[in-house]
């Protein structure tokens, strides 16, 4: 299991938002490729991206920015916002990101998930994000009737290679991660699963570790991701890597 830093760009600099909120934002940097290459020197084996404007655009929009990141660092990065065509899963691909996130178009359009997987083996993540266990999609500002597990379901046999499940209610909240969502969701897909949302401390690294599976469907939660708590310095993220590395569960 690893632990991924977080880096949200919103108007070309690094922020974090309370709940999705894009009026609740604190910018942590002017400069999001510096903050890459802190996380990178600090260990991180990849790089969660997420362009908060594309997401409620419909289209990338901070693509200056990720292509700063991606001359900064040597790591992977995963980037996620504004992607929902395969001319734009190729684009991002062949700019260097190492997978892209599929968020709304995996709720709007499934096909298109299972398509862009044929196409771009091992490359595509599923972002399911959900509020009270229903499907969250247009940056968050819209809430479907469809629960999270139905949605992962769709793309159990699709070839995609993990989801990111975040818990909007304890995104940027620090009140802790959701893991029994997330251990539920694990249970019910063979597909890696990775938690998002709410991480507030090492504690929280721990709690991860000792219920991460693999589970009886052969399903696990494969990583980590944290932003609000390593910005705010309520979790150390040099400690998080050590204890993600070191521990044997």
Request: net charge negative; hydrophobic share 45%.
């Amino acid at each position: 299991m690893i632990v991924i830093p977080a880096i949200d760009l919103k108007d070309g600099r690094c922020v974090r938002l309370f709940q999705g909120d894009m009026h609740q934002d604190t910018v942590y940097s002017e400069d999001p490729a510096a903050m890459a290459r802190r996380w990178q020197s600090e260990g991180a084996e990849r790089l969660h991206v997420v362009d908060l404007n594309g997401a409620f655009a419909g289209a990338r929009v901070n693509a200056q920015a990720v292509e700063a990141i991606l001359e900064a660092i040597s790591i992977p990065v995963q980037l996620g916002g504004g992607i929902r065509d395969l001319a734009t899963i190729e684009t991002a691909l062949h700019s260097g990101i190492f997978r892209v996130i599929l968020g709304t178009v995996s709720a709007r359009n499934p096909l298109l998930v299972h398509e862009a997987c044929r196409q771009f083996p091992n490359r595509i993540s599923v972002g399911i994000d959900a509020r009270d266990g229903k499907v969250a999609i247009q940056g968050w500002s819209e809430v479907t009737s469809m629960d999270a597990i139905t949605l992962a379901r769709m793309f159990e046999d699709a070839g995609v290679a993990e989801i990111i499940f975040t818990d909007i209610s304890r995104d940027g909240a620090l009140t802790g991660a959701n893991l029994d969502a997330t251990v539920t969701l694990a249970r019910s897909v063979a597909i890696p699963v990775i938690l998002s949302g709410g991480v507030a401390g090492i504690h929280d690294i721990h709690h991860v570790m000792s219920n991460h599976g693999p589970f009886a469907n052969g399903g696990m939660i494969s990583g980590v991701i944290t932003g609000k708590a390593i910005y705010d310095g309520r979790l150390d993220f040099s400690e998080a890597v050590r204890v993600t590395r070191s521990r044997i569960v």
